[in-house]
């Protein structure tokens, strides 16, 4: 199967310390985005790369949140100091570069983080 | 600001009957309008999509959806619900000048058997 991955799929951790989660996007996709999904809401972007460039961030990114993309193909995802607040669905999606603007997301399973 | 409203939080319907899943967005032109499914422990899969031209679309699993402009809105129907169409369903909206979705907050469908 060659679509999104995500690990780990479950994070359980305490308040106040780190968390980091990666995203493997499908292989010929240079678009790769983060989103946060909590429960009874839809998906809310946090932030894009194409390739290994950041070029938009949400202001849900908080200090404590940073995304890398090192060398334009799998992506992390680094919490620090987490708060219960942090508690979601972390998703990551990838999408090719194709003409005519947006194009499909793909999206993979999610990792489910619960901040105790 | 770009909102997409998603008005119906639970809709119920019997096996074997019709569908409609409402969808309305707030944006000054016309965007990119998707719809996906969720189901529990899967990810988002793509339903349909609308860019231009045809204002009913078609898409997997018999669904379909209808964009009109007048009323800003992108329904999603479906003629005979099976009960594995049970899941979470999410209108997303993309606008021009950026590649993030914009998401409504979603319809949870239930299928009586």
């Known amino acids: 199967d060659t679509g999104v991955s995500q690990d780990p799929r479950h994070k359980i951790t305490k308040r106040g310390q780190n968390v980091t989660f990666r995203c493997d996007p499908i292989?010929?996709?240079?678009?790769l985005y983060w989103y946060r999904q909590t429960l009874g809401q839809g998906p809310e972007f946090l932030t894009y790369f194409q390739n290994e460039a950041q070029l938009e961030k949400s202001r849900l990114l908080s200090d404590r949140f940073s995304a890398e993309r090192p060398k334009g193909s799998f992506s992390t995802l680094e919490i620090q100091r987490t708060e219960q607040g942090d508690s979601a669905m972390y998703l990551c999606?990838?999408?090719?570069?194709?003409?005519?603007?947006?194009?499909?997301?793909?999206f993979g399973p999610g990792t489910r983080l619960t901040v105790l | 600001a770009q909102s997409v409203t998603q008005p119906d939080i639970h809709i119920t319907v019997s096996e074997g009957a019709s569908l409609e899943l409402r969808c309305n967005y707030s944006y000054g032109a016309t965007p990119y309008l998707f719809w996906y499914v969720q189901s529990p422990g899967q990810g988002l899969q793509l339903l349909l999509k609308?860019?231009?031209?045809?204002?009913l679309v078609q898409g997997i699993k018999g669904f379909e959806a209808e964009f009109k402009r007048s009323q800003s809105s992108f329904n999603l129907r479906k003629p005979s619900v099976h009960w594995s169409d049970a899941a979470e369903y999410f209108c997303?909206?993309?606008?021009?000048?950026?590649?993030?979705?914009?998401f409504g907050t979603g319809t949870r469908l239930k299928v009586l058997a």
């Open positions: 997303a909206v993309g606008l021009s000048g950026t590649y993030k979705y914009i």
């Open positions: 999606a990838s999408s090719p570069t194709l003409a005519g603007g947006h194009n499909e997301q793909f």
């Open positions: 609308y860019f231009s031209g045809d204002t």
């Open positions: 292989s010929e996709h240079n678009r």
